[in-house]
């Protein structure tokens, strides 16, 4: 088969880059050598210069792209659509690939939540920025989820949260000691967790709270969706309102819903000129590191919302908002049907939409 120039240097690429992860992989960036992985890839030591200008490029290269971007091409007998079946190869190029992301970014010296983390000791900020990296780690864990085979209907209900702590708490330690850490050994333990079984379950929560009948205009702000960067469709299903105090209740939500429901959590705070560009800015890299791994498209099931001028929150009737609000409204066909206010109200709220959708009495969300 002939190749034109551009063909064959996109192959080369590939090759040393290739080459070059299996190099890092091994021996750790500060031991590879451009001589090994030259002769890794079957080329010469100026066919690797001639494409990169130094062995940091390449190595940032490597990290920054997801591993099917250089693999070779498939064989004889390998079919590209086993590689997109649900299961662990999925999950461990997934994390892989997000890990990678999230190195490159911390190695380039580009990522400002490693430098938010720096603060992390400060008192005001502690709270702020864990409850961030839990509501970080049940979003990559119900990306991975959805990687699994569908799941038989069963309570408690397994899940990934733990592992997907384990990946975050890796990847912000590497950040903060660099010097102890190969960052190639950080994507590779990220990798493996998608082989390490821990015992993770759901069970529901038992919370004493009333969801009460609401009749109002649903009339939200246009907002973006924090996860996936596009305009956030805000014209039904379960919204809960989260002070950056409370993020953990996302989850007990997220779980209530029907299989397939979105959940839409709408961040506020008392102090939106001190902690929303912090909100934006972590949860921003975070994402931009998700879809570099999981590279084919994935439906999350959580919508992340900031609020910086409280309109959205004012739409579902919470008018005075701090770090510890937590609320939750049900949208159907433009209206806002029942609500809840208080500890154990987005759960609440999540459960009611859940049974009222199996019984018809509210539209799919987004009707």
Same mark, same amino acid.
């Given at each position: 088969?002939?190749?034109n120039?551009?063909?064959?240097?996109?192959?080369?690429?590939?090759?040393?880059?290739?080459?070059?992860?299996?190099?890092?992989?091994e021996?750790?960036?500060?031991?590879?050598?451009? @001589?090994?992985?030259?002769?890794?890839?079957?080329?010469?030591?100026?066919?690797?210069?001639?494409?990169?200008?130094?062995?940091?490029?390449?190595?940032?290269?490597?990290?920054?792209?997801?591993?099917?971007?250089?693999?070779?091409?498939?064989?004889?007998g390998? @079919?590209? =659509?086993a590689?997109?079946?649900?299961?662990?190869?999925?999950?461990?190029?997934?994390?892989?690939?997000?890990?990678?992301?999230?190195?490159?970014?911390?190695?380039?010296g580009?990522?400002?939540?490693?430098r938010?983390?720096?603060?992390?000791?400060?008192?005001?900020?502690?709270?702020?920025?864990?409850?961030?990296?839990r509501l970080?780690?049940?979003t990559?864990?119900? =990306?991975?989820?959805?990687?699994?085979?569908?799941?038989?209907?069963?309570?408690?209900?397994?899940?990934?949260?733990?592992?997907?702590?384990?990946?975050?708490?890796?990847?912000?330690?590497?950040?903060?000691?660099?010097?102890?850490?190969?960052?190639?050994?950080?994507?590779?333990?990220c990798e493996?967790?998608?082989?390490?079984?821990?015992?993770?379950?759901?069970?529901?929560p038992?919370?004493?709270?009333?969801?009460?009948? @609401?009749?109002?205009d649903?009339?939200?702000?246009p907002?973006?969706?924090?996860?996936?960067?596009?305009p956030a469709?805000?014209?039904?299903?379960?919204?809960?309102?989260?002070?950056?105090?409370?993020?953990g209740?996302?989850?007990?939500?997220?779980?209530?819903?029907?299989?397939?429901?979105?959940?839409?959590?709408?961040?506020?705070?008392?102090?939106?000129?001190?902690?929303?560009?912090?909100?934006?800015?972590?949860?921003?890299?975070?994402?931009?590191?998700?879809?570099?791994?999981?590279?084919?498209?994935?439906?999350?099931?959580?919508?992340?919302?900031?609020?910086?001028?409280?309109?959205l929150?004012?739409?579902?009737?919470?008018?005075?908002?701090?770090?510890?609000?937590?609320?939750?409204?049900?949208?159907?066909?433009?209206?806002?049907?029942?609500?809840?206010d208080?500890?154990?109200?987005?759960?609440?709220?999540?459960?009611?939409?859940?049974?009222?959708?199996?019984?018809?009495?509210?539209?799919?969300?987004?009707?």
């Open positions: 088969m002939v190749r120039r551009a063909e064959t240097q996109r192959l080369t690429r590939a090759r040393i880059v290739g080459a070059a992860r299996a190099e890092f992989a021996r750790g960036y500060r031991a590879a050598k451009i @001589d090994a992985i030259a002769a890794r890839a079957g080329l010469t030591r100026g066919a690797v210069y001639s494409n990169f200008p130094s062995k940091r490029a390449l190595f940032l290269t490597v990290l920054g792209e997801p591993p099917a971007a250089y693999r070779p091409p498939a064989g004889p390998e @079919d590209d =659509a590689a997109a079946q649900p299961g662990e190869p999925a999950i461990r190029r997934a994390l892989g690939g997000f890990a990678g992301a999230w190195i490159a970014r911390t190695a380039a580009v990522s400002g939540a490693a938010a983390l720096e603060r992390a000791e400060e008192p005001d900020l502690r709270v702020p920025l864990v409850q961030l990296i970080s780690s049940l990559l864990a119900l =990306a991975v989820e959805s990687l699994l085979p569908a799941p038989e209907a069963a309570s408690p209900v397994r899940r990934w949260v733990r592992a997907a702590d384990v990946v975050l708490a890796t990847l912000h330690g590497t950040a903060r000691l660099p010097e102890l850490v190969e960052p190639f050994d950080a994507v590779t333990t493996h967790l998608a082989t390490l079984p821990l015992n993770d379950w759901w069970s529901a038992s919370p004493a709270i009333t969801v009460r009948p @609401d009749a109002r649903w009339s939200p702000p907002a973006v969706d924090l996860i996936s960067g596009e469709g805000l014209t039904g299903g379960t919204v809960v309102i989260l002070g950056l105090h409370r993020l209740a996302a989850e007990d939500a997220v779980r209530a819903l029907a299989a397939g429901e979105t959940l839409t959590v709408v961040l506020v705070t008392g102090e939106p000129g001190e902690y929303l560009p912090l909100v934006r800015l972590m949860l921003g890299e975070f994402a931009e590191c998700l879809r570099a791994g999981f590279t084919r498209p994935i439906r999350s099931r959580l919508r992340l919302i900031c609020d910086e001028s409280g309109e929150a004012a739409a579902a009737g919470v008018t005075a908002v701090s770090d510890a609000t937590e609320s939750a409204i049900l949208v159907d066909r433009g209206r806002v049907v029942a609500r809840a208080g500890h154990g109200a987005p759960f609440a709220v999540a459960v009611s939409a859940a049974r009222d959708s199996a019984a018809g009495l509210i539209g799919p969300a987004g009707s």
